[in-house]
Nanobody, 116 residues
Framework: QVQLVESGGGLVQPGGSLRLSCAAP????????MSWYRQAPGKEREFVAA????????NYADSVKGRFTISRDNAKNTVYLQMDSLKPEDTALYLC?????????WGQGTQVTVSS
């Protein structure tokens, strides 16, 4: 059974940093592309970043490129999102996701609030 458990969110001032984690027990984590999405109140869910399983190739939304870094530790079944130079517009619920055999799975999300 696929489980995705995010953590690491919180309240941070503009310009600050946070590191999100997504633990993914229960499936063969190391062979799947892992992604982060976010959803702000009243807005559609949007792609943030993704990382391939073996070589760790990454892809980012233009809005976070140069500020966010996605990484993974296949031995720990965990994917990370390092977020630097945070802006108020980064405030959202951040969700970890994976597509396994044509079915997309989501975690419950972790809230990130950027405010002074």
């Amino acid at each position: 059974q696929v489980q995705l458990v995010e953590s690491g969110g919180g309240l941070v001032q503009p310009g600050g940093s946070l590191r999100l984690s997504c633990a993914a027990p229960g499936f063969t984590f190391s062979i799947y592309v892992m992604s982060w999405y976010r959803q702000a109140p009243g807005k559609e869910r949007e792609f943030v970043a993704a990382i391939t399983p073996t070589y760790g190739h990454t892809n980012y939304a233009d809005s976070v490129k140069g500020r966010f870094t996605i990484s993974r530790d296949n031995a720990k079944n965990t994917v990370y999102l390092q977020m630097d130079s945070l802006k108020p517009e980064d405030t959202a619920l951040y969700l970890c996701t994976v597509d396994v055999a044509g079915r997309r799975h989501w975690g419950q999300g972790t809230q990130v609030t950027v405010s002074s």
